[in-house]
């Protein structure tokens, strides 16, 4: 059991890496006027994975055993990396050779913890203890505070943040952002309460 929790979290690390970094090649290589049919062909890939791979884990796991699920991800990284070395080619820019400089590493490490200790909190509340446990409250307290230092750091801190507050100044952003959400919501509810 432990070697297969090991194995699904560096595949859960690398497929949220994967997903971060196709997002980011995207944005940095494609003009803005094409960006959008190679992000709707992202997005289609990565729905169906996601809407393929419990199951054909399922299978794989049922009929070959759970090692194999893993093991056959392999040719298939092999290929990803072996067509990214062959065909992308990095953009020329002045920060070349800087990246790790610009990389915001206060504000993207408070994000992580603040949103952990809230997901922890929210998952403990209503299930393992009352919602009014001093553990639950006080991990939605921490999450807080530390999620209040990440917006100062954001604003006021990072030379180069992960979330610039600047982008809450555009109302297109703010009411795309209210919609999207308030459209994902409604959809699960509905789904889920089917």
């Known amino acids: ?17 994967l ?3 196709s997002t980011v090649i995207l944005s940095d290589m494609i003009p803005f006027h094409k960006r959008g049919i190679y992000q709707a062909i992202n997005n289609l890939i990565m729905g169906v994975g996601a809407t393929l791979g419990a199951t054909l884990g399922g299978l794989i ?3 070959l055993g759970w090692r194999w699920a893993f093991f056959l991800q392999l040719p298939f990284a092999m290929f990803g990396i072996l067509v990214g070395f062959l065909f992308i080619r990095a953009p ?3 920060m070349h050779g800087s990246g790790l400089r610009q990389i915001d590493y206060l504000g993207s490490s408070l994000l992580v913890i603040g949103l952990a200790i809230q997901l922890m909190g929210t998952n403990l509340g209503g299930n393992e203890l009352p919602w009014g446990s001093p553990i639950v409250v006080g991990c939605l307290v921490i999450s807080g505070v530390i999620l209040a230092s990440f917006v100062y750091v954001e604003g006021w801190v990072a030379e180069h943040p992960v979330l610039p507050l600047s982008i809450f100044k555009e109302a297109a952003s703010i009411t795309n952002n209210l919609f999207t959400t308030g459209a994902c919501t409604t959809v699960s509810h509905n789904f889920f309460s089917a």
């Open 92 to 94: 020329h820019s002045s």
């Open 61 to 63: 796991a049922d009929n």
């Open 19 to 21: 997903q971060t970094m």
């Open 1 to 17: 059991m432990l070697s297969l929790n090991l194995a699904r979290a560096l595949t859960g690390i690398g497929g949220g890496g």
